[in-house]
């Protein structure tokens, strides 16, 4: 399934994209019942949003690969992380969604050196709609900090802890 006209390096990108894309799903779905299992009901829905938003992403790569001729495969799926409250599993999302972000930003500046401007674009739209994830989950731990959701994490002492 090989054409000559696709960069090796932008097929690695779209490779590893995939991966931590249904990495994101995995992480964020497994947040999304924890926080259903500790009576979150309302961090849990958005939580299993944040899961479909990224399954969409893993679609568009997918198509992506196979638009460019290639096989999609996700070489490794990453360990779920947990925590004991509502703001740990943010702050892991947080720092998943940074590691998202700096491959997307590596793919699109790689695609530019190379002259894939088609790449670079499909790249630069996924890096954009990360850093605005990024950016909703900074706001959300903001509200948490600053006691608005506070009430709904003290409803949820009696959970069990998770490593």
Known sequence: MFTARTDQGVLGY???ALSLELSA???YSSHARLAALWGLAEPAKRLKQEAQEELEHADRIIERMLALGFA???SQLLPVRVGQSLTDLL????AFEAEII???DQARRHSARVGAHD???FFEGLWQEELAHQQSLLEWLEQLQGGQL???ESNSLNRPHWR
Do not use: F, I, M, S
């Not at 702050?91 to 947080?94: A, G, M």
């Open 102 to 104: 700096q491959l997307y």
């Open 25 to 27: 799903v995995q992480l």
């Open 72 to 74: 999609p495969n996700a």
């Open 14 to 16: 779209l490779g590893r």
């Open 119 to 121: 790449d670079r674009l």
């Open 91 to 94: 702050w892991l999302e947080h």
């Open 150 to 152: 506070a009430t709904q």
